[in-house]
């Protein structure tokens, strides 16, 4: 993660460092997100758009030079072709992401995965 990254603390200060793709990209990514968890809180931790349920990360979308990847806390309980693994750099072994290129290609599957880390967030960190 580069330095202006980390003294980024707002959504504003994320999207001012980006060009117009980026910044659309970035706020369908968010829009995505909150239509399918309404319920997460989001706020800007360490240069990222973090989301959580029930005071948990559940999922945060990360820049990366000229992409963007969404990282799933509990991606091993999902499953799908397009969610990787970042190999030995991972130093939390549950953690997946996917890779953002052409938003509108992986929208729908997209949608699902956010669907469905919020149930099992809610799910995970229900009170018993």
């Known amino acids: 993660m580069s330095k202006t990254q980390k ?3 707002t959504i504003n200060e994320i999207l001012g460092n980006l060009d ?3 910044q659309e990209t970035l706020q369908n990514l968010r829009l995505l997100i909150k ?5 997460a809180v989001e706020l800007v931790k360490q240069g990222k758009i ?3 349920l029930e005071n948990k990360d ?3 979308i990360s820049r990366y030079q000229n992409r963007f990847d969404i990282e799933f806390a509990m991606g091993t309980s999902i499953a799908s072709d397009i969610v990787k693994r970042r190999g030995i750099a991972e130093q939390n072994k549950k953690i997946r ?3 953002v290129g052409n938003f509108a290609t992986i ?7 956010v669907r469905e880390a919020a149930t099992l967030g809610l799910e995970y ?3 018993a």
């Open 7 to 9: 003294k980024q603390r």
């Open 20 to 22: 117009l793709l980026q």
């Open 35 to 39: 239509s399918e968890a309404p319920e």
């Open 50 to 52: 973090v989301y959580k």
């Open 58 to 60: 559940f999922v945060w």
């Open 97 to 99: 992401h996917v890779t």
């Open 107 to 113: 929208k729908p599957e997209l949608t699902r995965l």
């Open 125 to 127: 960190w229900k009170p």
